[in-house]
């Protein structure tokens, strides 16, 4: 069963100090990897979706890698600003199992102005 | 384009009482998910549609959990009764056939059980 984990669970930066917000993985036969985005009260926001012959992706100040082999992904954010302030989580989509979604259980950002 | 809908966005219910959560998903998307998320954790599915088909609902507790799809478009998600551990934030999600990979993520509804 693939298990999904996501530390540190909390964060706390200064604005202007990048983020890296680390993702692990069990079982590396996955389709894709993907990071969300959830303000409080809020659904999920879809940031960035990587495949899993891809090693990076990035849009704006967000780039997340990803190693299948070592089932590690993370996220960076540079230059946080407060607005960033947000529970980021991560997803795999497991090769075999349809369109399922394996979520790890967050980390929640809080960048200080 | 209109996202994915759901109501109500908040409820709040005794014990043993019984709760109903509906969602529209996004226009022409055929596929439709409900999630639970427990506070501090990520989403779970609970089952998963295809048209009118439930395909995968092995997480779904059906011993008070029920869930329907009729024409292929809103879903209903009801509970009865409720449990004090019921108590979470309900998601649905719909994705297209064209772009299965990518899921699209309504507000949710916030139960609490008393």
């Known amino acids: 069963k693939q298990e999904v984990t996501q530390i540190p669970a909390a964060l706390s930066v200064p604005e202007g100090e990048n983020l890296v917000l680390n993702c692990s993985f069990t079982d590396s036969a996955i389709y894709n990897l993907q990071w969300f985005r959830q303000d409080p009260g809020k659904g999920l926001t879809s940031l960035l979706l990587?495949?899993?012959?891809?090693r990076e992706q990035t849009s704006g100040r967000l780039n997340a890698s990803l190693d299948k082999s070592s089932g590690r992904s993370t996220l960076y954010i540079a230059a946080s600003q407060p607005g960033d302030s947000a529970t980021y989580l991560c997803a795999v989509r497991e090769g075999t199992a349809g369109n399922k979604l394996t979520f790890g259980g967050g980390t929640r950002v809080l960048v200080k102005p | 384009e209109a996202g994915v809908v759901q109501s109500p966005r908040y409820k709040i219910i005794e014990k043993k009482q019984p709760v109903a959560f509906w969602c529209n998903p996004i226009?022409?998307?055929?596929?439709l998910y409900w999630y639970r998320q427990n506070l501090g954790q990520g989403p779970e599915l609970l089952i998963r549609y295809e048209n009118e088909e439930a395909v995968d609902d092995s997480q779904l507790p059906k011993d008070r959990f029920s869930a329907e799809r009729l024409k292929g478009v809103d879903s209903t998600l009801k509970i009865q009764p409720a449990e004090l551990g019921d108590s979470a934030v309900y998601l649905c999600?719909?994705?297209?056939?064209?772009?299965?990979?990518?899921?699209?993520f309504g507000p949710g509804t916030r139960l609490t059980v008393l």
């Open positions: 990587i495949q899993s012959s891809q």
């Open positions: 226009s022409g998307h055929n596929t």
């Open positions: 999600a719909s994705s297209s056939r064209t772009k299965r990979s990518e899921q699209f």
